[in-house]
């Protein structure tokens, strides 16, 4: 959700805490991820991002009719789903659809402690300049053993997937987790000077594979399930 006040923030919250996210346990799907974004001089916190694991496709496809048919959720979120014309609760909503990697099939709620406010959430996009070049940067991950490395150092991931749908393919994209900033900073300082990336990092066939990346500091809202 793209935000454009605190009216429109506030509203998205108790629509998620009180009506969807419930509605999303009672139909069999747990672990929802909901967070906001650390603000610095270049960056506004007017975002509130939705992590949803779904078992499959068709499950994805279903939630809407279903929801529709919840009483219980139609009347929790009624504010919300009601709202009109000229006071809506967001300004934008942009859905990602997104499919685990062979190394994490499933989603894992983070093992980090500490204040929620001042835990920090990564959440990156790896885009590469054609779909094949994109498949070489998916098998550095796996079969490369990316992955393992960052489970070997601890970087508490919650997911690795494949972009099958969105505004930046071909991307990837993951998100790690970390107690606060200086932890973060001392993670990916390990990450940099390992034995494994490095050897890597310059195999002949794993270079060029990414053209951008975007990089993103969020934290768990208070009702998040992460």
Do not use: C
Not at 115 to 140: A, D, G, H, Q, W
């Amino acid at each position: 959700y793209t935000l454009g006040n605190e009216e429109q923030e506030k509203l998205v919250d108790a629509y998620l805490k009180d009506a969807y996210l419930p509605a999303l346990k009672r139909h069999g799907i747990r672990n929802v991820g909901v967070f906001k974004m650390h603000p610095d001089k270049f960056t506004l916190s007017n975002k509130i991002f939705v992590l949803i694991p779904f078992s499959s496709l068709d499950q994805l496809y279903g939630l809407e009719e279903q929801l529709q048919k919840d009483q219980v959720y139609n009347k929790a979120g009624s504010e919300y789903l009601l709202a009109s014309y000229n006071q809506p609760p967001y300004e934008r909503m942009n859905t990602t659809v997104l499919s685990a990697f062979d190394d994490m099939p499933k989603m894992a709620p983070s093992k980090v402690e500490g204040p929620r406010e001042n835990r920090i959430y990564e959440l990156r996009s790896y885009e590469s300049p054609t779909e094949v070049i994109f498949k070489n940067k998916v098998e550095m991950f796996n079969e490369g053993g990316e992955v393992a490395l960052f489970e070997e150092l601890g970087f508490n991931a919650v997911f690795y997937a494949e972009v099958l749908s969105g505004d930046k393919m071909p991307n990837l994209m993951y998100m790690t987790t970390f107690s606060n900033k200086e932890s973060r900073n001392e993670h990916w300082d390990a990450f940099r000077i390992a034995p494994k990336w490095k050897e890597l990092s310059a195999m002949p066939k794993y270079q060029n594979n990414v053209s951008h990346i975007d990089i993103l500091f969020l934290y768990p809202t208070a009702y998040s399930d992460y």
